[in-house]
């Protein structure tokens, strides 16, 4: 077997034979700026800045040894990063929603990429108004996660400062671009028979039980995805958080919590009763497994509860936390990280087509009634030794980072609703992808408007 390039970590081959349809997998870290844009200076910044990120530009290939097949990185010279030029300007009165972006560069992130034919990796520059645009990058999942596309716009905008002034940013040497990147590091403990008969006990639990969604009018073949978008003032940030605390709880068990009590609550003003409710939550592995060094490195962890566990909001939150540390304490962000690994293995007897076809079956028949990721802080600042909720890339050259846009475009056709939360500038950001087969685009406003009233009623102690 030829192993020049490098070889694909289990979650990144999941990631690439998952990938089609409508299933796109993409990342998007979008800016949104303020000021005179030099384009060509930003265009050259872009080259400047992708040779320290080779997984961006990889094509895939395949390799076939002793009868399986193996997916590699070919990263020898494939041109540069493709960079799009979107002229907005004028559109819809000069009001831009994230979601009119998005629908502007759906020809991009809709199409069928061939990663064996083309980079994994796309940057836009949209202009919005002549000194208001919004720059990033779309890169497909399997070649990296959303801290690394964070970390890589950083790095774009450190060359753009560079090429306007002669000299670096002071920030640039700032390590982390995202807070949820630090990690106490574990060691991995072995599976023990009861850990094997639970995983098999919840893995077939998972396939044959079907999750309660959040009822919605969407037409059932409709492919469309909306993304809403809510921040909060620094003001109700504030006051989130320090409610968050003074409650004794974590911001991320809120969310399960309160991301599941909105889908009772929607589905009761529409006669729906309540059922089963699964949540999977996005976590980042990076610096927790020493073993783990690939550029992907998230985990899930999954919660289901019963209504009659929901009936109490305040213990249905603390549940939550207690079921989040045992997960933790058993490692089983790492055993899902185990469970990939085991199913890119056993299917790489196949050829490519066939692994395909099977793996988009197997990870379509794991529905959740919510997918949440918390990202964290967007390159936070330090306070007292600890990443804050503030942020310290806030300028670049004449140019102001206004605003942080992190999404996640189609990542897996059976995720209907995904919430995406981090911090950016001292405010929280919720954005909330939600699937046309289920939700109408004013659906999917009510329903993150209902997610954010429970936030904010929770944290001013209303239960």
């Not at 930003?42 to 997984?55: D, L, N």
């Not at 919005?128 to 716009?153: C, I, M, N, Q, Y």
């Not at 690994?341 to 299917?347: A, D, H, I």
Request: charged fraction near 25%; aromatic fraction near 8%.
């Amino acid at each position: 077997m030829e192993e020049s390039g490098v070889r694909l970590d289990p979650l990144s081959e999941m990631l690439a034979l998952s990938s089609g349809g409508n299933t796109k997998n993409i990342i998007l870290t979008l800016m949104e700026t303020t000021g005179p844009l030099d384009e060509e200076a930003m265009i050259s910044a872009v080259r400047h800045a992708t040779p320290a990120f080779p997984q961006f530009l990889g094509r895939l290939r395949e390799v076939k040894s002793r009868g399986r097949h193996y997916l590699f990185w070919d990263y020898r010279a494939n041109g540069g990063l493709p960079i799009h030029t979107v002229d907005m300007n004028g559109d819809s009165g000069g009001s831009h929603s994230l979601n009119d972006i998005l629908e502007r560069l759906a020809p991009h992130l809709d199409r069928d990429r061939n990663l064996f034919d083309e980079t994994a990796s796309d940057y836009f520059i949209v202009k919005l108004a002549p000194d208001r645009h919004v720059l990033g990058a779309a890169v497909h999942h399997a070649a990296t996660d959303a801290a690394t596309v964070s970390e890589f716009g950083k790095e774009v905008l450190a060359h753009y400062h560079r090429l306007k002034t002669g000299r670096l940013p002071d920030w640039v040497h700032q390590p982390h671009a995202m807070s949820s990147s630090r990690k106490r590091e574990v060691e991995t403990a072995p599976w023990s028979w009861r850990d094997i008969l639970r995983n098999s006990r919840t893995a077939v639990q998972e396939l044959l039980e079907r999750p309660t969604l959040p009822a919605g009018s969407g037409v059932p073949a409709d492919t469309v995805q909306y993304h809403i978008k809510r921040e909060l003032s620094v003001e109700d940030t504030e006051r989130m958080v320090k409610g968050t605390l003074r409650n004794g709880a974590s911001l991320v068990d809120l969310l399960v919590a309160r991301a599941n009590l909105a889908v009772d609550q929607w589905n009761e003003r529409r006669y729906v009763p309540a059922g089963l409710l699964t949540t999977s939550m996005s976590v980042n592995m990076r610096g927790r497994f020493s073993k783990l060094k690939s550029p992907n490195s998230g985990g899930l962890i999954f919660f289901r509860s019963s209504p009659h566990e929901r009936t109490d909001a305040k213990a249905f939150a603390r549940s939550i936390a207690v079921n989040r540390i045992k997960q933790f304490r058993r490692q089983m962000d790492f055993r899902y990280y185990q469970n990939v690994e085991k199913l890119t293995n056993s299917v790489s007897v196949l050829p490519l087509k066939a692994r395909r076809r099977l793996v988009r079956f197997l990870t379509d028949r794991y529905q959740v009634s919510v997918a949440i990721t918390l990202l964290g802080a967007i390159w936070p600042k330090s306070l007292n030794g600890k990443p804050s909720a503030d942020t310290y890339l806030t300028h670049s050259a004449d140019l102001e980072i206004q605003g942080v846009h992190g999404v996640g475009y189609k990542l897996l056709s059976s995720t209907r609703v995904l919430l995406i939360v981090y911090f950016f500038r001292n405010r929280l950001n919720l954005i909330l992808a939600a699937s046309a087969c289920l939700f109408t685009r004013q659906e999917a406003e009510d329903f993150l408007d209902l997610v954010v009233s429970n936030l904010a009623g929770a944290t001013r102690g209303g239960g």
